[in-house]
């Protein structure tokens, strides 16, 4: 079974600063998923990866494979960017489901 | 617009009644899933479907069941057996095909047995 552990669990800094979660997993995955989750529960898709990097606006997701091992990068952070980041991997071929890590909560004081 | 539903957003139950969460989607797709998130955890696999009248446990199957009578719908129910039923329960869709599979996630239900 896949274990996949975040970090660091909580986070906050000042407006503007550039950010960076880390994911580690323990088994190799046919692909990684980083996820944004509100306060009120709701879950939205940010990247799915299985190899490189991925660019959004000012987000940044990497993933190196060998290491397993996945970063999250926010540049020029902004308060709306508040909220927990969950790294998730499908460890199997087939649509079985997620393997989670824990979350990182993030709070950006403006 | 597409998209997954779960009703109702909040529940609340006495101990000991079975009770049911609803997860309809409009997507198409043919894998369905269900969640349990407790605080300070991460999410964790219920059950799933891949086609419908077919499911499968998950890690945590003990005390919930499942039916996939229709490829849109995916109801969970949380049975007296659950020890701690008291969890935000989410639902997932992904299309099968294609390597990896991007999962679209409702909105949750919070079930609260009081």
């Known amino acids: 079974k896949n274990e996949v552990e975040q970090s660091p669990q909580n986070l906050t800094a000042q407006e503007g600063e550039f950010i960076t979660i880390n994911c580690s997993y323990s088994?190799?995955?046919?692909?990684l998923h980083w996820l944004q989750q509100h306060p009120g529960g709701g879950i939205v898709s940010l990247f799915m990866?299985?190899?490189g990097k991925k660019k959004h606006g000012r987000l940044i997701a990497t993933i190196n494979i060998q290491e397993k091992h996945s970063s999250l990068h926010i540049t020029a952070s902004h308060p709306r960017d508040s909220a927990v980041y969950i790294c998730?991997?499908?460890?199997?071929?087939?649509?079985?489901?997620?393997?989670f890590g824990k979350g990182t909560h993030l709070i950006i004081q403006p | 617009d597409g998209g997954i539903t779960q009703s109702p957003k909040y529940l609340f139950r006495k101990e000991g009644q079975n009770v049911t969460l609803s997860c309809e989607q409009n997507l198409n797709h043919d894998a369905m899933y269900w969640y349990r998130q407790d605080p300070g955890q991460g999410l964790r696999l219920i059950y799933y479907s891949q086609i419908v009248n077919d499911f499968q446990k998950g890690d945590i199957a003990e005390g919930y069941s499942v039916s996939r009578e229709k490829k849109e719908s995916f109801p969970l129910t949380v049975t007296s057996a659950q020890k701690n039923p008291t969890a935000f329960y989410l639902c997932a869709s992904s299309i099968i095909g294609g390597n990896p599979h991007e999962q679209f996630f409702g909105p949750g239900t919070r079930l609260t047995v009081l």
């Open positions: 088994v190799g995955i046919s692909a």
């Open positions: 990866l299985s190899s």
């Open positions: 998730a991997v499908n460890s199997g071929g087939g649509a079985d489901g997620l393997t």
